[in-house]
């Protein structure tokens, strides 16, 4: 039995996705469907996604959500993280760079303690339209701060040997057809793409 593990905010969760719940359950049921009309090993699939979360907010509650997860045969763990940390908020960042790095090393060693295949998802761009604009909840993005944290995730991925999934670039030329109207959270057509390229990384373990 394979267990996955998925970690991350609102975009994890599957906010603003009405036809299919978002990426982490359109894999939940495809998975499913192959476990009963092809009879592939078992996979479960644990949706984590918290919206508004931070790396604060995962380093508080990883180690309990994990714990009650895993598998004894073989665990899958992603996190996708940044969307919240790189937010500007009263003109500061939610998560600066360095607590940002801090608090991924804090989670990495936990769970390099479960599995060894570990996956860091990259932060997905914002629509041109809110590009460095304040929203109405206060917080404001930019493509070019995202950017820098993903060169950061990236790093740190290197350097502790995980694999880092880039869907920024992947994501970005079209950027305005995948995003929903608040710019931010994908609409289904964006959650079915990055469900497809997930999708790959857990079927070499079938």
Request: proline share 3%; with cysteine; aromatic share 12%.
């Amino acid at each position: 039995m394979i267990n996955c593990l998925f970690f991350g905010d609102s975009i994890t969760y599957g906010e603003y996705d009405g036809v299919l719940g978002g990426w982490t359950d359109i894999l939940k049921r495809y998975f499913h469907s192959r476990f009963i009309n092809e009879n592939i090993e078992e996979l479960n699939v644990f949706n984590l996604g918290i919206g508004g979360e931070t790396t604060d907010g995962l380093v508080k509650r990883f180690s309990t959500e994990a714990a009650a997860r895993t598998s004894p045969d073989q665990n899958l763990i992603f996190f996708a993280y940044g969307a919240n940390d790189v937010a500007l908020k009263e003109g500061y960042r939610m998560v600066d760079p360095e607590k940002l790095r801090v608090n991924l090393q804090e989670v990495i060693e936990q769970a390099k303690k479960i599995t060894s295949y570990l996956y860091i998802i990259s932060i997905l761009p914002v629509a041109s339209a809110i590009d460095g604009i304040t929203v109405p909840s206060g917080k404001q993005r930019s493509n070019q701060a995202i950017a820098e944290y993903n060169k950061l995730l990236q790093e740190f991925a290197t350097q502790n040997g995980i694999v880092f999934v880039d869907l920024y670039n992947l994501f970005f030329a079209e950027k305005d057809v995948f995003l929903s109207g608040d710019g931010v959270h994908p609409n289904d057509r964006g959650y079915q793409f990055i469900s497809e390229h997930i999708k790959p990384l857990i079927e070499k373990f079938l």
